[in-house]
């Protein structure tokens, strides 16, 4: 059932993209939505999906992309999770879940880890002279600006990594591209109205943020080969790259559910191993293939 649903999903969203091309897409839809989902499960060979899917009109799949990151990936294994990591840190430093040293009933939690006890009496010292609110307030800013002026450039580097780690094998010392380079000052700018924006849309629903997260989604790699480019042209091609790929990278996006899935069963192992840094590779891979198309169509030089 979960098959026919996913199949009849899959096909209602190619039949939709080929009828405003106008053309008949119902009999290649439904086969090509049935290939998409039975792909990974081995029911058809993978050359017989690609060959189907660019019989269909797409500019990349999501299969290609994901075999070129899987070897780039393994050619150059530890660096690759090193970065990912990296860049995982301090993607979500921002987002760390401080509550958890708010008291409850006058009994504090906190962690079995050296780190962590530390922390424990730290806060509860604060606590009891400036309070728990002025605490969080103190750190919600503090790990903001950690992510923009320090995370925000590492993760451009990162990109770097993972752009170089197509035709080289470069080293984790890459990450540190975004805040040596002369355009420090711009790829912060550029990140946080990046990151801004994206908030902001997400006020109007989760929708709108959702398509200005991939509208977006190549303004890292792009500030990554250029950091000193003006923010407005990085919006602008970032953009111009993902029209008519929205949906398509989100499609991309869901087919490593699974993966995520069997992390958050390992306790984030798999993630920082394989999930991670595989999936970085694949983003910078579709960035590749939109720089290719960008430069055919003459919008980058």
């Known amino acids: 059932m979960q098959l026919f649903t996913r199949v009849c999903a899959f096909t209602a969203l190619t039949i939709t993209k080929y009828t405003v091309a106008g053309k ?5 839809a439904i086969l090509l939505g049935f290939l998409h989902v039975t792909v990974n499960r081995g029911t058809v060979k993978l050359d017989r999906y690609l060959r189907l899917e660019r019989e269909m009109g797409s500019m990349w799949t999501s299969a290609e992309l994901k075999i070129r ?5 393994y050619k150059n294994y530890w660096h690759c999770v090193l970065t990912a990591l990296v860049m995982s840190i301090f993607a979500g430093v921002a987002s760390l879940d401080i509550k958890k040293y708010i008291h409850v009933n006058d009994f504090y ?10 922390g424990y009496f730290v806060m509860r010292s604060l606590d009891r002279l400036l309070g728990v609110g002025i605490i969080l307030a103190m750190l919600g800013i503090l790990f903001k600006f950690i992510k923009v002026f ?5 993760y451009v580097g990162g990109c770097r990594f ?13 990450l540190g591209f ?13 990140m946080f109205l990046k990151n801004l924006y994206i908030f902001l849309w997400s006020l109007l629903l989760a929708i709108p943020g959702i398509i200005k997260h991939y509208e977006y989604l190549m303004i890292p790699y792009i500030l990554a080969e250029n950091p000193e480019m003006d923010r407005q042209e990085v919006f602008l091609i970032s953009k111009r790259m993902m029209e008519g790929q929205k949906m398509n990278a989100f499609v991309l996006d869901l087919t490593f559910i699974g993966w995520e899935i069997l992390s958050a069963i390992t306790g984030g192992i798999v ?8 999936y970085r590779a694949t983003i910078a891979e579709l960035y590749s293939v939109n720089r290719t198309l960008a430069y055919q169509d003459g919008y980058i030089r």
């Open 24 to 28: 008949n897409p119902l009999p290649e």
């Open 69 to 73: 990151a899987k070897g780039a990936f």
């Open 109 to 118: 939690m906190y962690s079995d880890t050296l780190i962590g006890n530390i």
């Open 150 to 154: 320090i995370g925000n450039p590492l």
């Open 162 to 174: 993972y752009i170089m780690n197509q035709t080289a094998n470069p080293t984790a010392a890459e």
């Open 178 to 190: 975004g805040m040596q380079s002369r355009g420090y000052s711009n790829v912060v700018l550029t």
């Open 271 to 278: 993630g920082v191993f394989f999930v991670e840094p595989y």
